[in-house]
């Protein structure tokens, strides 16, 4: 539940690997720009177009050897409503092309309020009876540091409609130990504690390969905790950012994988996003070197890990 369709996604294109669609507009070629300004000048309408457009690109191109994306909701509330229709654009897009969408919003809440969050990016709105979805991810990122008031009415909502979500647990930036690391009164970690809350979460929402629909976000900033982590939470699959650009290698996310190759996800955002720019390619093959970034992330992880094997 939650996560089966994404581990069979991954077991079936062999590639434990997400496409991070932050763009910024600095990203996005020159003439994807002009075309989207010369319909609607240089407002937050034509950034979007240009944002859109953009995506498509990098998902047709992706695909075919990519499992999954995850849209980075922040990128796009910046450029207010017409910023956030493009963010469900992309979504819709993503899954028609038969990707699994984790977004990532970071929700925190708790009661009616994280009822509503559910509902808006994993479930359904009723609208007079009428059960319509409003965004329509499979997964969501969340902060578990409101409790388990914060989590129950995602389990509720992931379980009807087969959903997962990721919940922060040790995060990839430089000052996450601040909190993160710090000892409770039973000696163990805060992260060690959030962890273990995700593994009894996870009980709600079993999987038929062993994982649970509630997954945990750890970075590869952090391969010793990975490796901790990854023991400790048998149920519990990884979303793992810091690849490429914050500098975690495969060998460093390594860890996050089981004997079978499973385990976790790997993020590359402006690795793949920027590709084209680190190639210093035409413009116009801003997929394509999207693309070869990709196969070459991907066959870097393989090498590592070896062949991925559903149980």
């Known amino acids: ?37 010369e319909k609607y000048g240089k407002t937050l309408e034509g950034a979007a177009d240009a944002l859109l457009a953009y ?6 191109a992706l695909c075919d050897i990519v499992p999954a994306v995850k849209p980075q909701a922040a990128y796009y509330e910046m450029y207010g409503w017409q910023g956030v229709r493009t963010l469900a654009e992309t979504i819709a897009y993503a899954r028609e092309k038969g990707m699994y969408v984790i977004t990532d919003g970071k929700r925190n809440d708790i009661g009616a309020t994280m009822t509503a969050y559910a509902a808006a990016h994993l479930g359904t709105t009723d609208v007079e009876g009428e059960e319509v979805a409003a965004f329509g991810a499979d997964a969501l990122t969340v902060n578990g540091y409101l409790g388990t008031d914060g989590i129950a009415p995602l389990l509720e909502v ?39 809350m995700c593994e009894g979460w996870g009980e709600k929402l079993p999987g038929k390969y062993g994982y649970s629909g509630v997954g945990c976000v750890v970075g590869a900033t952090y391969p ?43 993020n590359s955002s402006r690795g793949i996003l920027c590709a084209w720019q680190k190639e ?20 870097e992880i393989v090498g590592h890990i070896g062949k991925i094997v559903l149980p």
Do not use: W
């Open 1 to 37: 539940m939650g996560m089966d369709k994404l581990l069979e996604k991954i077991a079936a294109l062999q590639n434990p690997t997400v496409a991070g669609l932050d763009p910024k507009l600095s990203y996005i070629p020159e003439h994807i720009r002009a075309a989207s300004y």
């Open 55 to 60: 995506n498509k690109g990098l998902i047709d």
């Open 158 to 196: 992931c379980g009807k409609g087969n959903k997962g979500i990721f919940v922060l647990v040790k995060t990839s930036n430089p000052s996450s130990g601040e909190l993160q690391d710090r000892k409770l009164e039973d000696g163990q970690t805060v992260y060690r504690a959030m962890g273990a």
């Open 224 to 266: 010793a905790q990975l490796e901790e982590l990854r023991a400790a939470l048998p149920h519990t699959f990884f979303l793992v950012p810091g690849y490429g650009a914050q500098g975690g290698g495969a060998a460093d996310v390594a860890p996050a994988f089981d004997k079978n190759g499973l385990g976790a996800i790997v």
């Open 280 to 299: 210093k390619c035409d413009g116009a093959d801003y997929a394509g070197a999207a693309r070869r970034e990709a196969i070459r992330m991907r066959d």
